[in-house]
């Protein structure tokens, strides 16, 4: 593998057309594989594309129903409380 094979978060977000948060969220969730250079993580765009079709395909019909919802997470209905 080379240097170039690994990806930043910046890069991924980017090759992904995602958020560098979102990035983040889903290899903390372990629903993407990350590479651990130190504390620097790093990406293997291949696996991270596999990973993500497999995880598509496990929960289509939640992803595609919470995103026409605009839904944000269980029991959040996106206003803060007193």
């Not at 969220?25 to 293997?44: C, D, Q, S, T």
């Not at 696996?47 to 029991?75: F, L, N």
Request: proline residues 2%; aromatic residues 8%.
């Amino acid at each position: 593998m080379r240097k170039k094979d690994l990806l930043t978060v910046k890069e991924l977000a980017a090759e992904l057309r995602m958020s560098q948060k979102s990035i983040q969220r889903a290899y903390r969730k372990e629903e993407i594989p990350v590479e651990w250079l130190g504390r620097m993580a790093r990406f293997n765009f291949a696996h991270v594309r596999r990973a993500m079709e497999k995880y598509a395909t496990a929960m289509p019909w939640t992803m595609m129903r919470h995103r026409r919802e605009g839904r944000r997470g269980a029991g959040c209905s996106g206003h803060r409380t007193k």
